[in-house]
Every structure is written in C-alpha cells, then in structure tokens.
C-alpha cells in the first residue's frame, strides 16, 4: 500500500505533518461503509475512482477504492443492506447472491484488497500493501426464515449483524419514528437469533435498534462475548432517536466491545450541509469521557444516503481528524486506539 508524503498531504489539508505521520502509524479502520448499495441500485463501479458528482459527496459518491487507497484506509466493514420489502423467502437467495458479487468485486483486485475474517487475516492483508475487507449485514432480517438460515454464510464470511435497521422486523423494532410496534423490543425470536449468532461468532451489532430491544439484546447475549454499535452518535452530545445515552455506552464498553460514531451531521447536531469534523471528535469524546478511550471507534456510514461533515466528505480528508484529536491534547496511542485499535481488539475477542 503506498505511503502519501506526509508534508504534502498535510499542507494539502491544512494541518500538522505531526497529525499525518500518526494517522499513517496507525491501523484506520471504518466499521461501517455503505458503499455497495450503489453498485446494486446505480451499478457504481467501486474500482473506479469517482468525483464527488453532483451532490458534491451527500448521499453517495464518498468512497471508491483509489481513494480507500489513496487515503491508506487498512481496513473496513463493507455492508450489505437488507432490503425489507422484498419477500422473507426471497431474501436468503439475494442475500447469497450480493455476498458473491461483493467479493468477486475484491477479488477482480488482489493485488489490492482482500477479504478477512478475522485479525490473523487483517493483519496478513496490510502486511502484504493490501486494504482488509471485513464483511457484514445491515439488517437481520436478511436471514430471518428461521434460525438455521444463518447457517447459509459461507465460510464465516460474515463479521456482524446489525439486528434491525430502519424499518421494525421479524428480530425487533428500530429506533426510527416510523417503526411499528412502539414500547416493544426485541421479539423472542430475536433473542433466539442473538444466541445464535454467538453461537457463531458473529458480531452483534445494535445500531438502529430501540431502547428497549437493545437493552433485550444486553440481556440475551453472552456476557463473555462483545457487543458492538458500529455507527452511531451520542444523546450526552447530541439527543437525538438515532444516538445511544450513556447507559447505552456503559453497557457495550462492560461487554468489552466498541462504539463507532458516524458521519451524518443531523445525527451529530449540525445542519445539513454544513456540518464539520470537529462535531465527530464531541460524540468521541464523549464516549471517552463515559465509557473509556478502549470502546470508541470510527463508523463513517459513508455512502449510506448521509449528508456528511463538509471537511470530511470522503476517507482522503481522515487525518483531520487527528488533528482535531491532537487539539484536544490527546496523545498518539488513544488516537490509535480510536481509528483502528479498539475495533481489531474487539474482533479478536471474538474470532482471533
């Protein structure tokens, strides 16, 4: 993987070559990039570098793989997002069908990108120049037929599962106000579906879901086992029926897992098109400052219809950052922590 010079990148920028040279010490992983469901919808070609387009990088248009690359992004949790209107019978064999296509778009790049399973894994793609590509469900509901349907992963493919999305399932009700069945959480088949993707050593993850379904998934889970948020933002910052309060944050940190704050600026309490990077590092530093520098991390949510921070709109600006981390007298290994390390510790605890 080739190395930006830092001076120049960070003139370019307009920060410190010190914020550089941490950001290219580090392991930067981004636990959620919606960046697929373009090629599905639009036949966005992900090996394509891409401008920022009309919306100038609102929506869609905020990663490719030259910039992934460019921007020496080692890792990321690319998504598959579970279309809720299609028939439950149907979506096992969609399902099947986009994890093929999704990883034969990384294979058609070997020299570049590789898919992982785990740490060993990740760890083997960077050493080798290549970006680790983690792979992963929004929306449970994509193999809800029954609880043997999550046997149809092939080969572990899948790290996580983000139980519920924007639309309430068969597992439980979303935290978004046009959920139905208000006052209830997870269903006892969710709780079922929990058990089972412990079983399987698969990440729950409890973004999107509502307060009560998270807390019955806290309960359902293996206490030995992380849990994990991997795009959200924080009430103490922002209130918001997107964002986790602290006694949320306090629970994924007691299970030893981590929280990734995304990107979409209404959700961190700046308008639409105008918000900046210094918003994400609040939401971080408030799940510092509440659950501990070992349980916050980086989960973008880029190209999933976000309206991002307009010095942030794709990976090239990331050691923003740092520097803004860096402002805030923060020293190297909590930074390190926040763009890579407390994800891969959480992986690992869970599959090695």
């Known amino acids: 993987m080739e190395t930006r010079d830092p001076a120049a990148w960070a003139r370019d920028l307009g920060i410190s070559q010190e914020a550089v040279e941490i950001y290219l010490e580090s392991d930067v992983v981004d636990l959620h990039l919606d960046t697929f469901i373009w090629n599905r919808l639009l036949r966005y070609d992900l090996r ?10 609102h929506f869609l248009s905020q990663v490719d793989f030259p910039r992934v690359r460019e921007a020496r992004l080692t890792g990321g949790t690319w998504v598959i997002t579970t279309n809720p209107w299609r028939r439950a019978a149907a979506r096992p064999r969609v399902f099947l069908e986009n994890v093929r296509r999704l990883q034969g778009i990384f294979e058609s790049v070997p020299e570049d990108f590789r898919v992982v399973r785990n740490v060993a894994e990740y760890r083997k793609a960077v050493d080798t120049g290549r970006h680790a590509a983690f792979l992963a469900i929004q929306g449970g509901n994509a193999l809800d037929r029954d609880l043997d349907a999550l ?3 092939p080969d572990d493919l899948i790290v996580r599962i983000t139980l519920v999305h924007l639309s309430t399932s068969k597992l439980g009700t979303t935290s978004a106000p046009t959920g139905s069945r208000r006052g209830h959480g997870l269903t006892d088949f969710g709780r079922e579906y929990v058990r089972r993707l412990d079983e399987k050593r698969i990440l729950v993850d409890l973004a999107h879901i509502n307060r009560q379904g998270f807390f019955d998934a806290v309960e359902a889970h293996d206490r030995s086992l992380p849990l994990i948020v991997t795009h959200t933002g924080v009430c103490g910052v922002t209130p918001h029926w997107r964002n986790l309060d602290d006694e949320q944050l306090r629970a994924v940190a007691d299970s030893g897992g981590t929280i990734g704050i995304m990107y979409q600026s209404g959700f961190l309490g700046d308008r639409p098109w105008s918000g900046r ?3 994400v590092v609040r939401h971080l530093a408030h799940v510092v400052e509440t659950a501990g520098e ?6 973008s949510d880029w190209d999933g219809a976000i309206s991002p921070p307009r010095d942030l709109r794709t990976p090239l600006e990331l050691p923003r950052l740092v520097e803004i981390m860096l402002g805030r007298g923060w020293g190297a290994p909590r930074i390190q922590k926040i763009l890579g390390g407390n994800f891969l510790r959480t992986v690992a605890a869970i599959r090695g």
């Open 48 to 57: 394509r570098r891409h401008g920022q387009g009309p919306t100038r990088a």
């Open 151 to 153: 046997d149809l992963i």
């Open 277 to 279: 990077a210094e918003s």
């Open 294 to 299: 070992d349980h916050a991390s980086l989960g």
